[in-house]
T-cell receptor, first 113, second 112 residues
Framework: EPEVTQTPSHQVTQMGQEVILRCVPI?????FYWYRQILGQKVEFLVS????????KSEIFDDQFSVERPDGSNFTLKIRSTKLEDSAMYFC???????????FGPGTRLLVL | GEDVEQSLFLSVREGDSSVINCTYT??????LYWYKQEPGAGLQLLTY?????DMKQDQRLTVLLNKKDKHLSLRIADTQTGDSAIYFC????????????FGGGTRLMVKP
């Protein structure tokens, strides 16, 4: 069964450093998403991406965040200058169409020191 | 904004039924979802229901939707120790594009 994959599973970084989280969505999906879950809190929407551009973003997704689909298979989330409060589990998801079911990857646990 | 609430914790004995509840505030819903998260793992889609349905059954899982009360429940029949996990309900409002709003999750503990 096709699934969303994410790398790395864990990442530790120093405050102020740039990180890139990688995702491979399900191959025939057209919509891609990033969510995050700070420890003990709810899963929060960050951004959705369709047709090579951002279609929606939340207030969390400020200028420090960017997304890219550098080739036909990868979808990345870049945090330019990490802050302590960026420590969270980051989930990538993909879906086949607008308002269709979103399938989630296993997550990347990011720890900013 | 949209709010989705769940109780934090549920403990049941193996073989019993589990009922996990969820309430939401935005009535303009399209789909409502249940995801399962096992320790250290991602969000696994369990089932979903479209807002014009009252009930959906899928093997041991039964989803009930009360649109008037904005209440969603997930019933797991014959609960097994492997069902121990955190269960998230998620709501896709009609006017929110593809932004899923999640509840805080209910931790289900199944005792042998």
């Amino acid at each position: 069964e096709p699934e969303v994959t994410q790398t790395p599973s864990h990442q530790v970084t120093q405050m102020g450093q740039e990180v890139i989280l990688r995702c491979v969505p399900i191959s025939n999906h057209l919509y891609f998403y990033w969510y995050r879950q700070i420890l003990g809190q709810k899963v929060e929407f960050l951004v959705s991406f369709y047709n090579n551009e951002i279609s929606e973003k939340s207030e969390i997704f400020d200028d420090q965040f960017s997304v890219e689909r550098p080739d036909g298979s990868n979808f990345t989330l870049k945090i330019r200058s990490t802050k302590l409060e960026d420590s969270a589990m980051y989930f990538c998801a993909s879906g086949g169409g607008l308002q269709e079911t979103q399938y989630f990857g296993p997550g990347t646990r990011l720890l900013v020191l | 904004g949209e709010d989705v609430e769940q109780s934090l914790f549920l403990s049941v004995r193996e073989g019993d039924s589990s009922v996990i509840n969820c309430t939401y505030t935005d009535s303009s819903s399209t789909y409502l979802y249940w995801y399962k998260q096992e320790p250290g793992a991602g969000l696994q889609l369990l089932t979903y229901i479209f807002s014009n349905m009252d009930m959906k059954q899928d093997q041991r899982l039964t989803v009930l939707l009360n649109k008037k009360d904005k209440h969603l429940s997930l019933r797991i029949a014959d609960t097994q120790t492997g069902d121990s996990a955190i269960y998230f309900c998620a709501h896709l409002p009609n006017n929110a594009g593809n932004m899923l709003t999640f509840g805080g999750g209910t931790r289900l503990m199944v005792k042998p």
